[in-house]
């Protein structure tokens, strides 16, 4: 069995992962009122940002994903989607990773979805893995250059802002997200 195979460590981390919608859940009101406050400071941090979400198809905003690791690493965030400026569903993104990592940090996440297919694979889906369901963007414009003027290559993009504490690299692949009913 591939459980047997695993670390224990890392055995630990998935295990604590998989429980970690169910008791750190939070209620739709605080999401949406913590979603809210993302995106303000994401359209005063990203040069261009409000034009920018008005003409995606829909974004998903993960408004505190803290991520941590001393060789194994974990990272966990809640947030919703919204098309149209309207909440239409509440998801988790989890993951995690093995390898030269040490730190903990907390950070924002929005993920656009600038094409009706992508933003539909994503909806249908139940546990969409960024890299091996869809292709993402990482963006690093925004403060220098207005992000609305920008032509992207990849049909869903993200943008990782206010990041605070120390941890070095930052990636969404392997990320995996998820549609969770908070209380």
């Known amino acids: 069995m591939y459980i047997k195979k ?6 630990l981390v998935l295990i604590s992962l998989a ?3 169910f008791s750190f859940a939070k209620s739709a009101n605080q ?7 993302a995106i303000k400071k994401f359209e005063q ?10 003409k995606v198809k829909a974004y998903l905003v993960f408004p505190s994903v803290i991520k941590g690791g001393f060789v194994l690493g974990a990272e966990y965030g809640e947030g919703a989607l919204r098309i149209n ?4 569903h509440f998801y988790s ?7 030269y990592q040490i730190g903990v940090q907390e950070h924002s996440v929005v993920i656009a979805f600038l094409s009706e297919a992508s933003l539909n694979n994503f909806m249908k889906s139940n546990g969409w893995e960024a890299g091996v369901d869809g292709a993402i963007t990482v963006s690093d414009w925004g ?8 032509s992207y290559e990849k049909p869903i993009v993200a943008f990782i802002y206010g990041a605070e504490g120390l941890m070095a690299g930052v990636s969404v692949e392997g990320t995996k997200f998820q ?3 908070p209380h």
């Not at 999401?31 to 406050?37: G, P, Q, S, T």
């Open 6 to 11: 695993l670390h224990p460590m890392m055995l």
């Open 19 to 21: 429980f970690t919608q």
């Open 31 to 37: 999401i949406n009122a913590d979603v809210d406050v």
């Open 45 to 54: 941090e990203m040069l261009g940002g409000k034009k920018f979400l008005s």
């Open 85 to 88: 400026g309207e909440t239409k």
């Open 93 to 99: 993104m989890t993951s995690a990773s093995i390898g």
């Open 143 to 150: 403060k220098s250059k207005d992000i609305s003027s920008i």
């Open 179 to 181: 549609r969770i009913l």
